[in-house]
């Protein structure tokens, strides 16, 4: 695997598109692909070295994700347990004033009734912007806001795994990161990958979408399809912020490779395979999603019809991304396991780019 998947790479970089970027390609559990290319450091004249540490954004959410599955399997936690058992702050109603449970399986699915904005009250924070809130100061402001529908009667990306990370961190005590490493990281060995940098000489400069992109201020806005982003590059130091279950880890496309391919081949050291099973079905039945051919599992979207996808990968490839710039796929029927990490946003998440890396890796399948 070289050719195809080189020259998206080098073109997304020669073009601007994207500054610098890794990809990391298994099959059958064998590495067939690892490559760092572009610039770590455009300004500095620093190349991208290989197994950089990346803010991640949403590829938080998976892990967050297995955290909760993993406290299933142990008994800690129920799917239909009402969120409102574990913290009785967080107990959000209708429009109507009608009370409406939410359950863990609702947050893991985005079927809560609970939404990524809320400009009625500027101090909420999503997980990316800057915060010297605690999880509850935070969501407990989340909480007096409606919820825009009944729980489980339809599907909206939001702050849901935030919530589900506040839950994790009631039941198992201590922070987020306490729980995360407990039931997933640590068994895992992802040494480099959590609500922390382990080094911060290798920590990628974030970049804005721009001709060519600029690098990151703090805050940094970057105009995204669905509305305005607000980053903050610092967040990820900060001692005071709450640990965003959503958005707030760093991690190594190593150690992010070891996770997905964890779940890949069953759950190894952290889940069952029952849970895995169930976190790569289809969870949310017909409820309607935008995206066409796509359902939701508890890890991310599952791909049910690959042609109305628009997708070169099988039926039931789970996949999501992160907006720092970052794109994973697993696709059991074809044993595959991609991760692709930049220091761009949007573009290394919802631009071409992915799409692009995706199609050059099936390309060379073929």
Not at 14 to 39: N, P
Not at 120 to 147: C, K, M, W, Y
Not at 175 to 197: K, R, Y
Request: hydrophobic fraction near 40%; glycine fraction near 10%; charge should be negative.
């Amino acid at each position: 695997m070289t050719s195809k998947i080189d020259a998206v790479m080098d073109d997304a970089i020669a073009k601007g598109s994207i500054v610098g970027g890794e990809l990391a390609v298994a099959r059958h559990g064998d590495l067939v692909y690892r490559r760092a290319a572009g610039w770590f450091d455009r300004e500095a004249g620093v190349l991208m070295p290989d197994n950089a540490i990346y803010r991640l954004a949403s590829v938080t959410k998976p892990i967050v994700a297995a955290t909760a599955l993993a406290m299933v399997d142990k008994g800690l936690i129920k799917l239909d347990d009402r969120v409102s058992e574990h913290i009785p702050w967080f107990a959000p109603r209708l429009e109507s004033g009608e009370a409406a449970p939410i359950t863990i399986h609702h947050l893991l699915t985005h079927t809560a009734g609970l939404s990524y904005a809320y400009p009625a009250d500027p101090e909420i924070s999503t997980g990316l912007a800057a915060s010297e809130q605690s999880l509850q100061e935070n969501f407990s402001r989340v909480a007096l806001h409606p919820l825009d529908y009944e729980p489980g009667s339809a599907w909206q990306y939001s702050v849901a795994i935030d919530v589900l990370g506040a839950v994790l961190t009631a039941v198992h005590g201590g922070s987020l990161e306490n729980a995360v490493h407990t039931h997933v990281t640590g068994p895992l060995g992802m040494t480099e990958t959590g609500f922390f940098v382990a080094d911060e000489a290798r920590l990628a400069k974030p970049y804005a979408d721009g001709s060519p992109p600029t690098p990151m201020t703090d805050p940094q806005a970057v105009q995204g399809d669905n509305g305005v982003v607000t980053f903050s590059p610092s967040r990820i130091f900060s001692k005071s912020a709450f640990q965003s279950g959503g958005a707030g880890m760093a991690g190594t496309p190593a150690d992010i490779l070891r996770f997905l391919e964890t779940l890949r081949i069953g759950g190894g050291q952290a889940l069952s395979k029952a849970s895995v099973a169930l976190g790569f079905s289809n969870r949310i039945g017909t409820v309607p999603r935008a995206d066409a051919g796509q359902r939701f599992g508890y890890f991310g979207a599952i791909v049910e019809d690959p042609a109305e996808a628009d997708s070169p990968s099988a039926k039931g490839t789970v996949n999501w991304g992160g907006v720092y710039g970052h794109s994973w796929l697993i696709d059991p029927a074809n044993g595959l396991t991609l991760i692709s990490m930049s220091n761009t946003a949007l573009e290394g998440c919802t631009g071409r780019y992915p799409k692009d890396i995706i199609r050059a890796v099936y390309a060379e399948l073929t």
